[in-house]
């Protein structure tokens, strides 16, 4: 069970767009529609800001959303703003009940 | 508004086991709604998965530590519980627990976190 290959940072001006891909395998991201992502500002606890692939629990802006093509999710974030400067996770369910998460993504605001 | 918060020891000397503690407030540790996790963060690393417990004390663990762990849950007491055995200065990481929703497969609580440091 590795984990999910993300890139070690992602960088935008104010009101850009980016987006953070994880990659993992066939057995884990590419089985099942069941990646989420998390933002993590550090000393803080993580938050769910998507799951099964694309939807936003409630009260996460809909600036933020996901996707998946193969092996490959991806979490954009339109409208880059200060307050999105944070580290981003990736976790995709890898059968028989575990799980796996991704590198980690710091996401920093120019 | 559901809170988990970890408890347990900061130090940890080498080849002893690690024991920490989630207590759940305002909200049932017993609904068949969730699964109950701990996640880790070494220094400098990324999250990674530990274990997730049912109510009922169904436990799954990663693979990679799975010989190494032990989850328990006390219903009475809403908690749940992690025991990681002979640990090393590898084992250094800030541990948290979390809830896992069984509908969406996503933990969408999480707690605060504590630093556990492995050192004689």
């Known amino acids: 069970q590795s984990a999910l290959t993300q890139p070690a940072s992602v960088s935008g001006s104010p009101g850009q767009s980016i987006s953070i891909s994880c990659t993992g395998t066939?057995?884990?991201?590419?089985?099942?529609?069941?990646v989420s992502w998390y933002q993590h500002h550090p000393g803080k606890a993580p938050k769910l800001m998507i799951y099964e692939g694309s939807k936003r629990p409630s009260g996460v802006s809909n600036r933020f959303s996901g996707s998946k093509s193969g092996n490959t999710a991806s979490l954009t974030i339109s409208g880059l703003q200060a307050e999105d400067e944070a580290d981003y996770y990736c976790?995709?369910?890898?059968?028989?009940?575990?799980?796996?998460f991704g590198t980690g993504t710091k996401v920093t605001v120019l | 508004q559901l809170q988990l918060q970890e408890s347990g020891p900061g130090l940890v000397k080498p080849s002893e086991t690690l024991s920490l503690t989630c207590t759940v407030s305002?909200?049932?540790?017993?609904?068949?709604?969730?699964?109950w996790g701990w996640i880790r963060q070494p220094p400098g690393k990324g999250l990674e998965w530990i274990g997730t417990?049912?109510?009922?004390?169904?436990?799954y663990y990663n693979p990679s530590l799975k010989s190494r762990v032990t989850m328990s849950v006390d219903t009475s007491k809403n908690q749940f519980s992690l025991k990681l055995s002979s640990v090393t200065a590898a084992d250094t990481a800030v541990y948290y627990c979390a809830r896992l929703q069984n509908a969406v497969v996503a933990f969408d609580y999480w707690g605060q976190g504590t630093l556990v440091t492995v050192s004689s």
């Open positions: 417990i049912y109510y009922s004390g169904y436990t």
């Open positions: 066939s057995s884990d991201v590419g089985s099942y529609n069941l």
């Open positions: 976790c995709s369910y890898a059968g028989s009940t575990t799980y796996v």
């Open positions: 305002s909200g049932s540790i017993s609904s068949s709604s969730y699964y």
